[in-house]
Nanobody
Framework: QVQLVESGGGLVQAGGSLRLSCAASGRTFRAYTMGWFRQAPGKEREFVAA????????FYVNFVNGRFTISRDNAKNTVYLQMNSLKPEDTAVYYC???????????????WGQGTQVTVSS
């Protein structure tokens, strides 16, 4: 089993930045492709980004438009999501994910964190 704990969410002004962190424990971190999903109130949960164990394969959904960067530090068993130029429509609960298969769809996610709230004010 893998446990995922997110941190770094909060309230930020539009145009600002946040860096989300996800600490993984329980199993070998490098065995999994890590990722991030988000879910806004009343909307479906959607994929944001993913990164494989080597960091060489990175996946982003189009709506981030180059504003978000995913990275991982295997020595710390931690994955990050750097979010710049934040917009009010980025407001959502952000969930850390892990998957043996690249977790670019909900059905491919093996483990979920509890989520961290990101709120972007106008």
């Amino acid at each position: 089993q893998v446990q995922l704990v997110e941190s770094g969410g909060g309230l930020v002004q539009a145009g600002g930045s946040l860096r989300l962190s996800c600490a993984a424990s329980g199993r070998t971190f490098r065995a999994y492709t890590m990722g991030w999903f988000r879910q806004a109130p009343g909307k479906e949960r959607e994929f944001v980004a993913a990164i494989d164990w080597s960091g060489d394969s990175v996946f982003y959904v189009n709506f981030v438009n180059g504003r978000f960067t995913i990275s991982r530090d295997n020595a710390k068993n931690t994955v990050y999501l750097q979010m710049n130029s934040l917009k009010p429509e980025d407001t959502a609960v952000y969930y850390c994910t892990a998957g043996i298969r690249p977790p670019t769809k909900m059905t491919l996610v093996d483990y979920w964190g509890q989520g961290t709230q990101v709120t972007v004010s106008s």
